[in-house]
């Protein structure tokens, strides 16, 4: 029987079979485009491999497009129909099963399958990296962290891949809150492989997450070769140099990331792509900035989708689009189909449904709600959720936006106690970031007391001139 590189059998597989699975995963785990044909070309070598059908069933999920998951539910229930679960080997038979759960919605069950392989074969990289993708959908950090920290020590130091395993705890620690051991983790596996985008990221979180632009950008900017092009995650580190240029105050040139790289005539219309871009602009909303075509270009795309309830973390940042384009009527729809899925019985069976009930659309909501000004139901809605925002899935990072949000709404409509806890919050986890700065100083001039204020703008501009970095909108 054939074996892969980290000496896994390869069920019904060839040896040439398991070349092109060590070739898909080395893909995977670098985020290379090419995984897509190598898992064909599996596929069409080996088609009768579990391993095989979950890897294309796995990859038609991880992108969270509704439309690849239908055609990846599809081409597994044909390959699964024929197939004699029981007498598959264990790991094989956990592949399948995994893959099943994904394509059914129960992206839980999945991960905890996934998990189980993983105690058996610590060394099955296609299994912890879809586990880790699925601990980051769903928001488990303290998964995110342990389930690669529990597999590490059976990676030997002169392997290949125990850089993107690396790379990967690099991120479940960043997302636990252990941003030193993330960024020194992370840094580790940089230098073993220097196009490993997967370990730039999980760095560039660390100094995201501290307020550390400037550090952030000169990161990025020493490394621009290794990241800026030619994998998944390109649009994904742009999104954040451009966060780092906000912070710091360049302005234009945020925006001229945005147009070059985060959504522009030749974007593809990824899920993926447009919350990123979704994001950004929401924060210019936040701040008063006008972007009105930018945002009539993206709520565009959006409509485009026409999106089915898949993942609840998507739609917040399709209403963001709608909203931040004055086209609130398409918010109040996509918001009241969601209401009408989750009245469906079949629906309450999929990980989705938990996190569009309790997170996703309340947040839909809010969004709404910030559209119209009403700021006291934008804290009524965010407020008890701002612990468990986690639940619907993505990054710290990603879910400041909404964070900010909240933080704006208890400004505006006056909530000072509220707003002190927020901005405390903020400042006492982020001492570096402008923006805390600048909220703590508006907060002193609502209350009238304008020493305070005018030391938090100081502090404000102080740390946006940081690292030579211009603060033009101090």
Known sequence: MATDRHGHDLYNGTSEAAERLDRAVEALLFFRPEVTGEVD?????????????????????????????????????????????????????????????LLAGDLRRGSALLEELTVAHPRDALALFVGHQLDFLTGDALRLRDRIGGALSAWDEDDPHRGPVLGMYAFGLEESGHYAHARDTGSAAVERNRHDVWAIHAVVHTYEMQGRFAEGMAYLDARTEDWSAGNFLTVHNWWHYALYAL????????LGIYDAALHHQGSRGLAMELLDAAAMLWRFHLAGSDQTRRWEALADAWSARADPPFYAFNDVHAVMSYVGSGRVGEARRLIADRRRWLAE????????????????????????????????????????????????????????????????????????????VLISERTALRPDSPYNWLSRARLAESLGDAPRAAAARDEARRLGRCGDLTADRF
């Open 247 to 254: 912070e710091a105050g360049r302005t234009d040139e945020a």
């Open 41 to 101: 070309g599996l596929l069409a070598a080996v088609p009768a491999s579990p391993v095989a059908h979950a890897f294309a069933a796995y990859l038609g999920v991880l992108g969270t497009e509704p439309n690849d998951a239908a055609a990846a539910r599809r081409r597994f229930e044909g390959f699964a129909s024929c197939l004699d679960v029981t007498g598959l080997p264990p790991r094989e038979r956990l592949h399948t099963a995994a893959a099943a759960s």
């Open 345 to 420: 019985p079949s629906a309450r069976a999929v990980s989705n449904h938990a996190m569009t009930a309790h997170v996703g659309l309340p947040v839909c909501e809010a969004l709404v709600a910030h559209a119209g000004g009403d700021h006291d139901t934008v804290l009524e809605l965010l407020w008890p959720l701002r612990r468990r925002f986690h639940e619907f899935g993505g990054s710290h990072a990603q879910r400041d936006a909404l964070q900010k949000t909240l933080v704006e709404a208890a400004l505006r409509s006056g909530r000072h106690d509220m707003a002190r």
